[in-house]
């Protein structure tokens, strides 16, 4: 074998050794991770799975850990191509997340709201999907509902040693009757079930029921005994940008990028506000089945439009995204997810059902928005939809499933602006100003988000900052802003990864000249929607400038901020 061929085959082998490591870590991902009420990280768990936060099995998933992150280290992909190197950078940033969950923002022992999750949103995940309820499906619902009372105590202990009082409050009020919602969802469910699936639920749920009253009562009485807030700090969340979210930005630049989107956005709402100040409200849809007969037919419109106007591939073959009225056994505990069934790799194909509640005056702000214009929700999470079902089936495995979320509500709120800027709402000229307040409301979440985890707001600063700016009742800000403490990063993703989207864009086409065309950027942009702008901007522009600057942040393991 020649000189050459001996190396063809020496990197032919390091890119087969980084593919069996990421499916490794995939599957070892989905049995250890823990459950999150967010929509698109969601993963297809192992049977009988139930989320594991007690002190030895996060110890134990440590040790795990590093044996992965010693193999990823060894793996030298310097000499393979850039499509090869990006999946070694996705995997070192899915190995990051986990340390940083562990071990900075460590909710599994310190928000009763994340504990809440852990202990009822398997179960709320299990109803998700329409029926009909398969064996499996029945099998793990009777799992996760005996889980509850263990998961309960465990959920105390850890509280009890690290606890933080504002999130336990917020949990409390979530948990208000949680025994007989609870109740009423195991009631609602027996029709969808066989007979000894039903049996086995009622003889669970009182024991459930009563351990989570436990638990919100204890987190009532406890609250005021239990931590402050802890922020993570500045060099910690430079640590999370460049290491799990492969932000090249300061955090300071992407708080002035921030408030300058908020004026203009402040700006943009103001005069279509004016514009159209003569015209009344879109009608609310007349009930729950007008509702969803409106947003076919407007998904069908949003589809023709990209086809139309060449912006984005719409193949028969890609799956709808659906409005549906909330299923009675998953009403009483919503609160508890995203309440959408987006799917998973293996039923990419099935449609992706979203569930709407009754059309009312007095709705939440989105629900509120898509009672009189479902196109509204259609452009963000039938982005999603659409963008998750592409990467799924991605050729590259390592880009099919989640790493962070600046990417995937990067290209979602993007899509926003796409729609405006495309003329999707020329008809509904109060739809066009709640697009603008969209784009107001993601600004301002940027400067909270960003401004608490460096320390520059204090839970109270962050509060008045909502409560003047959105404006938004003290309340709602209290409990937007706890979330914020315990998630940074999350809130930030949608402003900072649109403008990061834009400026790929901006350069793209100044690079490709006449041979530019937008239906090819959005198609690539959308298949490898999972994958951070800065490796996106690297594979297709060649451009290295984000990249250098993740790298001049060293080692992640070697500068861990613990």
Do not use: C
Not at 232 to 241: E, H, I, Q, T
């Amino acid at each position: 074998m020649s000189a050459h061929e001996t190396n063809v085959a020496g990197m032919a082998q390091i890119d087969a050794d980084l593919a069996r490591l990421g499916t490794e870590f995939r599957q070892w991902r989905a049995a250890n991770s823990f459950r999150t009420s967010d929509d698109i990280p969601r993963v297809e768990r192992p049977a009988g799975w139930v989320p594991r936060i007690d002190p030895v099995s996060v110890e134990e998933r440590r040790r795990e850990l590093a044996g992965f992150v010693e193999q990823w280290r060894a793996t030298d992909v310097s000499g393979l191509p850039i499509p090869d190197q990006v999946d070694h950078r996705l995997l070192g940033s899915a190995l990051a997340r986990v340390r940083w969950e562990l071990d900075v923002l460590r909710n599994w022992e310190r928000d009763a709201v994340f504990l809440t999750s852990q202990i009822l949103g398997p179960w709320f995940d299990l109803l998700l999907a329409p029926p009909p309820f398969g064996a499996a499906r029945q099998a793990d619902l009777v799992t996760v509902l005996g889980a509850v009372p263990q998961a309960v105590e465990q959920a105390i202990a850890n509280l009890e040693r690290a606890g933080v009082a504002t999130l336990a409050r917020v949990a409390a009020a979530e948990l208000a009757s949680i025994g007989s919602r609870l109740a009423g969802s195991v009631s609602a469910l027996t029709a969808h079930v066989d007979a000894a699936t039903a049996t086995a639920l009622a003889a669970a749920q009182p024991a459930a029921s009563a351990a989570l009253t436990r638990y919100a009562q204890w987190l009532e009485a406890s609250a005021g005994r239990l931590g402050p807030e802890v922020v993570v700090g500045r060099d910690a969340f430079v640590w999370y940008l460049r290491h799990v979210a492969l932000v090249a930005t300061e955090p300071e630049e992407l708080v002035r990028a921030a408030l300058q989107e908020y004026r203009r956005a402040v700006a943009a709402e103001t005069i279509s506000r004016n514009r159209h100040r003569a015209v009344t409200d879109a009608p609310l849809a007349a009930d729950v089945a007008a509702e969803v007969a409106a947003q076919a037919a407007a998904e069908a419109e949003v589809r023709a439009l990209y086809e139309r106007e060449g912006l984005l591939s719409q193949p028969e073959s890609l799956r709808r995204y659906r409005f549906a009225e909330y299923p009675a056994y998953l009403e009483p505990i919503a609160f508890l997810g995203v309440t959408d069934d987006l799917t998973n790799e293996r039923s990419r194909e099935g449609d992706a059902v979203s569930y709407v509640p009754v059309p009312a005056v007095e709705l939440p702000y989105f629900d509120a928005a898509n009672a009189r214009d479902p196109r509204l929700g259609i452009i963000h999470e039938g982005a999603h939809s659409q963008q998750l079902a592409l990467s799924w089936g991605h050729p590259r495995a390592m880009r099919r499933q989640y790493v962070d979320s600046v990417a995937n509500e990067g290209i979602a709120h993007y899509n926003e602006e796409l729609m405006l800027d495309a003329g999707l709402f020329d008809d509904a000229p109060h739809s066009q100003t709640i697009v603008h307040n969209f784009m107001r409301l993601r600004a301002l979440r940027v400067v909270v988000d960003v401004n608490l985890a460096t320390g520059v707001f204090g839970l109270d600063e962050a509060i008045d900052f909502f409560v003047r700016l959105v404006p938004m009742d003290a309340p709602t800000a209290t409990e937007e802003t706890s979330y914020y403490v315990a998630t940074p990063g999350l809130a930030m993703a949608y402003l900072v990864g649109k403008l990061e989207v834009k400026r790929l864009l901006a350069d793209a086409v100044v690079a490709r000249g006449d041979d530019f065309s937008l239906r090819e950027f959005h198609d690539s942009l959308w298949l490898n929607g999972n994958v951070p702008v800065s490796l996106q901007r690297w594979e297709l522009l060649g451009d290295r400038g984000d990249v250098d600057v993740l790298d001049a942040a060293g080692d992640w393991a070697e500068t861990f901020p613990g």
